[in-house]
């Protein structure tokens, strides 16, 4: 590429129509300049973009979707739940709460006195010190 300051790449989530998502992937050498009239221009289409601090395989909304739906796929193989079910579970449950709030605000809300960042302290070592 004849100016690399200006590269960036631009991912919409699928059905791209329908979501508004967009993730931005500035390259580490993109000119901050690039990085806000990109997001200038998709803002004035209604869209909502997530500028990522790095690239990463799959971008972030595929990995995050993924990893649920290959536990969902587990699950099933088990013999734990139908596909019905799981997605009967999706919509009546973890969608619309994740949809309103998005999953670190619904954790922080269901964690009691220490909000999130107790929740994953006391259930999940693993997430200790996502949250700052």
Known sequence: MKDPFRLLLVHPYNPPHIMP??????????????????LGFWKNKDRTSLVLKKETTGFVANRLA???LREAIHLVKEGVASVKDIDDLMTSSMGPRWAVAGI??????GGGAGGAGGFLQEYWRHGAGVLG
């Open 21 to 38: 998502l967009l993730e931005i992937v500035p390259s580490p050498v993109t000119d901050p300049k690039v990085i806000e009239r990109t």
């Open 66 to 68: 993924y990893t649920l």
């Open 104 to 109: 670190f605000k619904s954790y922080h809300t």
